[in-house]
C-alpha cells in the first residue's frame, strides 16, 4: 500500500499536562473557570478518533465577563512604560521556553501534527515570536516634532486601541494565538482570545504562562465557544475597540459585517490558493522537493500551502512524475511516531469534505496519486494520501476553491505572460513562490504577482521581523514584525500652538474681533 503507517507508540503519556484543564476552558482574569452555556465539547484526537478532553463551552455572559477583565485592566497596562511591557515578555518567552515539551505535545494531540513538527517548528516559532515583540515594546515610536504650520508644533503619538477581540482558527492553534496576543500586549492592548473549539488547549497553557510570567491579570483572556454565540458576540461586544480575526475567507465576511456596524478596527487574514510558479529554467529537483513540502505542511491545512503548481511545459511531464513519486514516499503514521512525516487532517468532517472534492475531480483532470484514504491501522483517523491532480482546467474547482487539505494540482504554461497571468487568477493573493535561476525573470514574477508573500526558490518559510499577510480575498493587515505592532497602536496628531501673538492672528483671522 502506498504511504504506510508507522508504529503506533505507547499513548499513556502523550498529554502530561491534561490536569491543568480539569478546571474549565475558560481563561479570564488570571485563571480557569468551567462555560456557563449549558453545553459540552470535546477535544478530539484526529489520529483515532477518541476524545481526550471534554470541556462547557462558553455562553455570552461569559464573554462579557472577560471583556469586563480586559476593560478593567487596560488603564494600568498601557501606561506601563514600554521597558515594563518589554520585561514581562521577556519573561513570558522564557517560561514558554521552559514548557515547550507540554505545548508540543498538547498541539499534536489536539491537531494530529507530528510532534517533530511542533517541536521543530509550531513551538520554537512561538517562543521566537515572542521574543521578538519583548523587544518591538521598546519601540512604540511616533513621528519627531516639527514646525508644519507657522509658530506650531507638531508631533504624532502611537496609543494603544484597547480591549481586542481576536478569533484564531485551528490549523495553528498556538502560532495564531500568539500572532494576535503577542503584538497587541506589547503595544499595551488587552485581549480577549476565542480559539477554535476543536483545539483551545495550548491557548490555555499560553493564557497561563503569560499570567506565570508576571503579565497582570485580565490582560489576556481566553473563551472557548462557538463562533456563532461567543464568536459573534466577541465581534459585536461594544467594549470591543479591534477585531482581529483568521478563518476562512466566507466566515472573515460575516466577521467584517458584525465589526463595521459598529466601526471597530478591523484585522483579517483569511483563505490562500498559493500558486507554485516553475520557469523552464528551475532547478526542477529542487522545485519538486519545494512543492512536496510546501504542498503537504499540516497536511495542506495552512493559507500559503502551495496549492497550484504552474510548469512551464518543457518541464511539465516530469514534474508530474517526479511529484507523485516523492509524494509516494511520505510516512503517514501515530503523530507521536518518531518516522511520522504527515499526520491526519483535523477530523473525519474535513477528511471526507477533501475526499468529496478530489472525487468531484476525476470526471474533469487525472489524479495521478493518492484520492483516498488510508487502509490498516490508520483507518480509525481522519489521514488522506498525499494527492496530485493533473491537466485541470483553470476554472474548475480543484483550481479555484481552497481545498484545505494534502492535494497539489498542477498545470502548464507556455509564456512567462502566461505563468503570471495564471496565478493571478483566483480571488486570493496571500502567499505565492516563483523558481527560476534567472534573477530578472524571478523579480518580475515578485512584481507582477498578487500576493502578500513572494517567495523564490523555497515555499512556506516565515521569519518574526517580516510580515504576513494578504491581498484581495485574503484580508488585510498584517501579523508578526514591526508592521504587525503598528496593526494594535492609533495615531494622535499633537499640536502645540508656541506663542500667544500666534494664537490671536489665527483667532482673528477666523473669527474677526470679538
Known amino acids: 500500500m502506498q504511504n504506510p503507517g508507522t508504529a503506533t507508540p505507547d ?10 484543564f480539569a478546571e474549565g476552558a475558560q481563561y479570564i482574569a488570571g485563571s480557569l473557570r468551567k462555560g456557563t452555556s449549558g453545553r459540552t465539547h470535546a477535544v478530539v484526537d484526529p489520529a483515532t478518533g477518541e476524545a481526550v478532553h471534554s470541556y462547557e463551552l462558553a455562553s455570552t455572559a461569559d464573554v462579557d465577563e472577560a471583556v469586563a477583565a480586559a476593560r478593567a485592566a487596560f488603564p494600568a497596562w498601557a501606561g506601563a512604560t514600554p521597558g515594563e511591557r518589554s520585561d514581562a515578555l521577556h519573561r513570558f518567552a522564557a517560561v514558554l521556553a521552559e514548557r515547550a515539551e507540554d505545548f508540543a505535545r498538547a498541539e499534536s494531540l489536539q491537531c494530529g501534527k507530528p510532534l517533530k513538527l511542533t517541536r521543530e517548528f509550531d513551538v520554537p516559532g512561538t517562543i521566537d515570536n515572542t521574543a521578538f515583540f519583548a523587544g518591538a515594546a521598546r519601540h512604540l515610536a511616533g513621528q519627531s516634532a516639527g514646525e508644519y504650520s507657522g509658530d506650531h508644533t507638531s508631533y504624532v503619538r502611537r496609543e494603544p486601541i484597547g480591549v481586542v477581540g ?3 482558527p485551528w490549523n495553528y492553534p498556538l502560532q495564531m494565538a500568539a500572532w494576535k496576543i503577542l503584538p497587541a500586549i506589547a503595544a499595551g492592548n488587552t485581549v480577549v482570545l476565542k480559539p477554535a473549539e476543536l483545539t ?5 497553557l499560553f493564557a497561563r504562562a503569560a499570567t506565570d510570567a508576571g503579565i497582570p491579570d485580565g490582560v489576556v483572556n481566553i473563551v472557548t465557544g462557538t463562533g456563532k454565540e461567543a464568536g459573534e458576540h466577541l465581534v459585536g461586544h461594544p467594549d470591543v475597540a479591534m477585531t482581529s480575526f483568521t478563518g476562512s ?3 472573515g465576511r460575516r466577521v467584517a459585517e458584525i465589526a463595521t456596524a459598529s466601526v471597530k478596527r478591523l484585522h483579517l487574514e483569511l483563505g490562500g490558493k498559493a500558486p507554485f510558479v516553475v520557469f523552464d529554467d528551475a532547478d526542477l529537483e529542487a522545485a519538486v522537493q519545494g512543492a512536496v513540502a510546501g504542498a503537504l505542511i499540516n497536511t495542506g491545512q495552512d493559507c500559503t500551502a502551495a496549492t497550484r503548481a504552474y510548469v512551464q511545459r518543457p518541464l511539465y511531464e516530469e514534474f508530474v512524475e517526479r511529484t507523485a513519486a516523492l509524494m509516494e514516499t511520505v510516512r503517514l503514521g501515530d503523530p507521536f511516531a518518531p518516522g511520522t512525516d504527515l499526520g491526519p487532517l483535523i477530523s473525519h468532517v474535513q477528511r471526507d469534505r477533501v475526499a468529496a472534492v478530489v472525487d468531484r475531480a476525476r470526471a474533469y483532470a487525472r489524479v495521478v496519486t493518492g484520492g483516498e484514504a ?17 491537466d485541470a482546467a ?4 480543484v483550481v479555484q476553491a481552497e481545498i484545505f487539505g494534502p492535494v497539489l494540482v498542477v498545470l502548464p504554461f507556455d509564456s512567462d505572460d502566461e505563468g503570471i497571468r495564471l496565478a493571478n487568477d483566483t480571488p486570493y493573493g496571500l502567499a505565492a513562490s516563483a523558481w527560476s535561476r534567472d534573477v530578472y525573470r524571478a523579480n518580475r514574477a515578485t512584481r507582477e504577482i498578487k500576493a502578500g508573500c513572494v517567495w ?5 518559510p516565515i521569519i518574526s521581523e517580516m510580515p504576513h499577510g494578504g491581498y484581495q480575498a485574503s484580508g488585510f493587515g498584517k501579523d508578526m514584525s514591526a508592521y504587525s505592532f503598528e496593526e494594535y497602536t492609533q495615531i494622535k496628531h499633537v499640536m502645540f500652538d508656541n506663542t500667544a501673538v500666534a494664537r490671536k492672528s489665527w483667532h482673528r483671522t477666523v473669527f474677526g474681533d470679538c
Open 374 to 390: 488510508p487502509r490498516g491501522e490508520l483507518r480509525n483517523g481522519a489521514y488522506y494520501l498525499p494527492t496530485l491532480i493533473a
Open 456 to 460: 523564490v526558490n523555497d515555499h512556506i
Open 166 to 168: 481576536s478569533i484564531a
Open 200 to 204: 483551545p488547549l495550548t491557548s490555555l
Open 11 to 20: 499513548r499513556s503519556d502523550r498529554f502530561p499536562a491534561q490536569e491543568r
Open 249 to 251: 475567507t466566507a466566515v
Open 394 to 397: 483553470q476554472d474548475s474547482e
